[in-house]
């Protein structure tokens, strides 16, 4: 169906974090007027976070309607397979289409803003995209913020769109006092004081970002789209930085602090309001809206006091649920809408533009948004099957974090490039670790628990002292019921965790901070210390002293834990009796409470226990959860049904929860409403046997049907052979991640020109002759076969024949810096010469070299030839080289996408100016050299050297595999 077929415009506005529990006081005040009246025109309800609740992630969740493992984007920052160094999160990892991809390929005209990830831009035909990049303020000077290449398509939209940003340095000061009414009433001292406040430079930076984005959003609102999504980010950052200050003080808040930043949180949601009255003053009442946010952010007593010393410690502040709200033509108004969840949004933009829904997608269509009976929904396999001009990066351009990893490491330990040093490879490896973690996290929000165990073990077997992997890996041995590792495991943890805390008490003894003298000596180093100095200073210190102070909460928890595994209910009573009196612990040990309680059948204290988690967290699915099941075991059915759609009004993928509104449905005699509930059961958690049992009786007592009866009395047995399977399997995390590089479908590679004639007018000893390729792609064999036409050779002999390379690798050391050292000069005294350089590093050739007399420098010309090998035959060549080292390869589906990314940017730096190349078929060069040594030896301008060239090929020496 294209936009002619189906005329309706349809707006997505996310705004990062934004809760309810903020906004409905606001609203009862009268402070956000425009959203007001959106809800009164239209349907509102929570929406459902996934975990972690890390914003790249879950932003690319909702664009795809698919869980991580499926989409690609596991965290905030991934390796650099070209510096070698970490950049941030790019969706050239994402490997599934965003709906802007699908309507572009339906004939649908979109514009997307400030998405994230969405750089680099992709290059939508019918579609604009302005990358996240483009808000972010670089540099304190408004003049000098260029438009980075690859922030905006098309590129004719740049110089509009940059000249309506807003730098944090252009904000005037009556603006900021919007949001810091408190300055009016302070003493010049207190306000030189917040002036240099670095919290106030954060709130400026908040402040343009937002402005920024809404400025994009206001001038791309007048384009003729089907469709636009606009992401702001900035109720999340008020959120971190200033909801700490947000009212009511809480004691540990310092007086000052609370004058002077309590009112930014709910500025900052007024700010939004003020803003969203403006776009939808400019899309008009035709446009169908729907505005949510991805989780939401405690603002009240659940807020934490601290954060944790982890990677992504501060996502402890985000709140489960976020909002959505939606209005427009043919939509419900003025009501609410449960269990929505944001993997829901894709599809059901998809069904808004009618069209059909991927079966691969991880959500559903939210038909109770409607007025009026939904179109019947039309499903297909997957969109990633459907050819068209979708738009996405191509294939061989994406590149998995894991993959830039694994071909980093192959490089290094192939020979091609200098090891990182040890700040850098420490950082490249922590950011795979964080990767890998949020993709285990991932799975477990997924049900796929056996997946997660195999991560999280390798990751607690590597660093051990990092409790929050062994935490993780006992909630999995726990849902997979694996006592016995789990008392091990827990028994591991609090071992480590008081080494750890007696070790770093012993270093805290050492500093001897107890000595005034010594503390005076401290506070004078500290205070020569610059900024960032002083910063990480506090963050090792505090770190420090936080290992020394283990929770004995949690860790009895833990014990807990691991005695209700065991069946030990009255050992995990007494250890969670003791829990009571630490706030942070108190709704996790009530809720196992309550757990531990049914399993002894003490219906009323676990009915007390589930109330007073509510009594603390009124949204707390798990509470309601288990009232439903003391109210089945009351045989109160009506009142664990109400419980039960309570719990699935907030959290719908619950397999579960489902189960039990079933079973108090059919108890009561719907069997309709209890198959549904079912059948909704097994969806979700396909080996749910009892699931399938209940489905079966249904069909055995009321719908009187045999057929159906036997089906579903097999799929129970198939389920419970399947469970004890995977319960003796060793689990696998490739799973998840594994895909052959058979399957990767690459776009053609630039083509290789040169032009002969102009070649031919430069001295040859001013030509830099490049043997380039992917490592064990014949290069050495080219830079012999040059060798033998006459042309010296660049090499300095350091990396000697061996069994890999019987003739030689002629290679040179200061080649492996070419992409980490900024100082290229050196590469002038290949003028000339040949020099051997693999195609991962072939972008760092200098294209101008400084000239001897100083002045401009001069442009270089290189004359490539580049080898073509079969990737299987690379990839094998290589697995045996590395065997013949004593190492072991990576895998080679991640090595193998690395290098089609690398090559791509290998071919398209040959296509820069005074850069002619040719491509050198390996095959052909070794088992048939008459047929391509002559255009090489032209190429070369090098004929008469024919027979010399031909006379250094061996092909007993190229064997496939070799």
């Known amino acids: 169906m294209s936009s002619e077929e189906n005329p309706r415009k349809v707006v997505l506005i996310g705004w990062d974090a934004a809760d309810w529990k903020v906004i409905m006081p606001l609203i009862d005040e009268g402070k956000m007027p425009?959203?007001?009246?959106?809800?009164?025109?239209?349907?509102?309800?929570?929406?459902?976070?996934?975990?972690?609740?890390?914003?790249?992630?879950?932003?690319?969740?909702?664009?795809?309607?698919?869980?991580?493992?499926?989409?690609?984007?596991?965290?905030?920052?991934?390796?650099?397979?070209?510096?070698?160094?970490?950049?941030?999160?790019?969706?050239?990892?994402?490997?599934?289409?965003?709906?802007?991809?699908i309507l572009n390929q339906n004939q649908y005209k979109?514009?997307?803003?400030?998405?994230?990830?969405?750089?680099?831009?992709?290059?939508?035909?019918?579609?604009?995209?302005?990358?996240?990049?483009?808000?972010?303020?670089?540099?304190?000077?408004?003049?000098?913020?260029?438009?980075?290449?690859?922030?905006?398509?098309?590129?004719?939209?740049?110089?509009?769109?940059?000249?309506?940003?807003?730098?944090?340095?252009?904000?005037?000061?009556?603006?900021?006092?919007?949001?810091?009414?408190?300055?009016?009433?302070?003493?010049?001292?207190?306000?030189?004081?917040?002036?240099?406040?670095?919290?106030?430079?954060?709130?400026?930076?908040?402040?343009?970002?937002?402005?920024?984005?809404?400025?994009?959003?206001?001038?791309?609102?007048?384009?003729?789209?089907?469709?636009?999504?606009?992401?702001y980010d900035a109720i999340d950052h008020f959120g971190h930085a200033f909801m700490k200050y947000h009212p009511p003080k809480r004691d540990h808040i310092d007086e000052w602090d609370f004058k002077v930043f309590n009112f930014c949180l709910e500025a900052g949601y007024r700010y939004h309001d003020q803003m969203l009255g403006e776009l939808l003053g400019a899309i008009g009442e035709d446009t169908t809206v729907i505005l949510m946010s991805d989780h939401g952010f405690h603002p009240d007593h659940l807020r934490p006091k601290s954060i944790p010393h982890e990677p992504a410690g501060p996502a402890v502040e985000h709140r489960q649920f976020g909002i959505f709200a939606a209005k427009g033509p043919g939509i419900r108004k003025d009501e609410r809408i449960y269990g929505a969840n944001l993997l829901d949004i894709c599809p059901t933009l998809l069904h808004l533009f009618g069209l059909p829904v991927g079966e691969d997608m991880d959500g559903k269509v939210l038909l109770d948004i409607y007025e009026d009976e939904p179109s019947p929904i039309e499903r297909i396999p997957s969109w990633d099957d459907v050819p068209g001009d979708h738009g996405m990066h191509p294939p061989d351009r994406q590149i998995s974090p894991s993959d830039s990893k694994a071909a980093l490491d192959q490089l290094v330990a192939l020979g091609y490039i200098d090891k990182p040093d040890d700040d850098k490879s420490k950082a490249i490896e922590q950011t795979v670790r964080e990767l890998d973690y949020n993709l285990a996290q991932a799975c477990v929000d997924g049900g796929l628990y056996n997946e997660a165990i195999a991560i999280f073990e390798k990751l607690y077997e590597k660093w051990p002292m990092e409790h929050r992997f062994g935490f993780n890996l006992a909630g999995c041995y726990q849902r997979t019921g694996r006592p016995e590792d789990l008392r091990t495991l827990v028994n591991t943890i609090i071992e480590r965790r008081i080494q750890e805390a007696n070790e770093a008490t012993e270093e805290l003894k050492a500093l001897k901070l107890d000595d005034e003298e010594v503390r005076k000596a401290e506070q004078e180093r500290i205070e020569k210390m610059s900024d960032n100095e002083k910063q990480k200073f506090s963050r090792d210190r505090s770190r420090l002293i936080a290992k020394a102070r283990p929770n004995l909460f949690s860790l009895r928890y833990l014990e807990a834990y691991a005695d209700f595994a065991e069946k030990k209910y009255e050992d995990a009573l007494e250890k969670l009796e003791q829990l009571d009196s630490d706030f942070g612990a108190r709704i996790n040990a009530l809720t196992l409470r309550g757990e531990v309680f049914q399993r002894l059948k003490r219906w009323p204290e676990s009915k007390e226990a589930f109330e007073e988690v509510l009594s603390l967290d009124v949204e707390n699915p798990g509470a309601l959860i288990g009232l439903s099941r003391t109210a089945m075991a009351e045989r109160d059915f009506e009142s664990a049904a109400a419980y039960a759609r309570e719990s699935i009004g907030l959290l719908f993928f619950q397999p579960r929860a489902h189960y039990i509104h079933g079973l108090a449905q059919y108890r009561m005699g719907n069997w309709q409403e209890a198959e549904w509930a079912f059948q909704i059961c097994v969806t979700q958690a396909p080996l749910f046997a009892a699931g399938y049992r209940m489905l079966g009786e249904i069909a055995r007592w009321y719908k009187k049907d045999v057929a159906e009866r036997i089906f579903y009395r097999d799929q129970v047995k198939a389920a419970r052979k399947r469970r004890a399977e995977l319960k003796n399997e060793k689990a696998n995390a490739s799973v998840v991640t594994a895909r052959s590089h058979e399957e990767e479908k690459t776009h053609s590679l630039p083509d290789l020109t040169a032009d002969l004639e102009s070649l031919r007018n430069v001295e040859s000893e001013e030509i830099i002759t490049v043997v380039s390729g992917l490592p064990r792609s014949g290069t050495s064999l080219m830079m012999q076969i040059l060798e033998a036409a006459g042309i010296s050779v660049f090499t300095d002999g350091k990396r000697e024949a061996d069994e890999s390379n019987k003739k030689g690798y002629y290679e040179h050391e200061k080649v492996g810096s070419l992409l980490s050292n900024k100082d290229r000069s050196w590469v002038g005294e290949a003028r000339g010469k040949a020099i051997k350089v693999v195609a991962p590093l072939l972008s760092g050739m200098p294209l101008r070299l400084p000239r001897e007399s100083?002045?401009?420098?001069?442009?270089?010309?290189?004359?490539?030839?580049?080898?073509?090998?079969?990737?299987?035959?690379?990839?094998?060549?290589?697995?045996?080289?590395?065997?013949?080292?004593?190492?072991?390869?990576?895998?080679?589906?991640?090595?193998?996408?690395?290098y089609h990314q690398q090559e791509r940017r290998a071919r398209q730096w040959c296509a820069t100016p005074n850069v002619h190349a040719m491509s050198v078929p390996y095959e052909e060069l070794v088992h048939d050299p008459e047929t391509i040594l002559p255009s090489i030896a032209s190429f070369l301008n090098a004929e008469d050297q024919l027979e010399a060239m031909k006379e250094r090929i061996d092909p007993a020496l190229h064997r496939a595999g070799r």
């Not at 869980?67 to 965290?75: D, F, S």
């Not at 650099?80 to 991809?101: F, H, M, Q, Y």
């Not at 979109?110 to 670089?138: F, H, K």
């Not at 580049?866 to 190492?887: A, H, V």
């Open 34 to 101: 425009n959203l007001a009246k959106f809800l009164e025109d239209g349907i509102c309800g929570n929406l459902a976070t996934l975990q972690p609740v890390l914003s790249p992630m879950l932003w690319t969740s909702i664009a795809t309607g698919k869980r991580a493992y499926k989409h690609g984007i596991h965290g905030f920052s991934e390796p650099d397979p070209v510096t070698g160094g970490i950049r941030p999160v790019t969706n050239l990892s994402r490997k599934t289409k965003a709906v802007w991809n």
């Open 110 to 231: 979109t514009v997307t803003i400030g998405w994230w990830p969405s750089n680099p831009a992709e290059e939508l035909s019918r579609g604009v995209m302005v990358s996240n990049d483009y808000q972010r303020a670089l540099g304190a000077d408004p003049g000098k913020w260029p438009i980075k290449p690859g922030t905006i398509h098309p590129k004719k939209l740049e110089k509009a769109l940059a000249d309506i940003r807003v730098h944090p340095a252009q904000l005037r000061e009556e603006e900021i006092r919007a949001f810091l009414p408190g300055l009016d009433y302070m003493s010049r001292e207190d306000l030189d004081k917040a002036e240099k406040d670095p919290r106030v430079q954060s709130l400026l930076k908040i402040v343009a970002d937002c402005t920024t984005i809404h400025g994009a959003a206001m001038l791309m609102s007048h384009a003729p789209a089907d469709f636009m999504a606009v992401y």
């Open 854 to 898: 100083g002045g401009k420098p001069k442009p270089v010309t290189y004359r490539v030839l580049y080898m073509e090998r079969p990737m299987d035959q690379i990839l094998t060549s290589q697995d045996s080289f590395l065997k013949r080292l004593g190492k072991e390869g990576s895998e080679q589906a991640n090595i193998a996408k690395a």
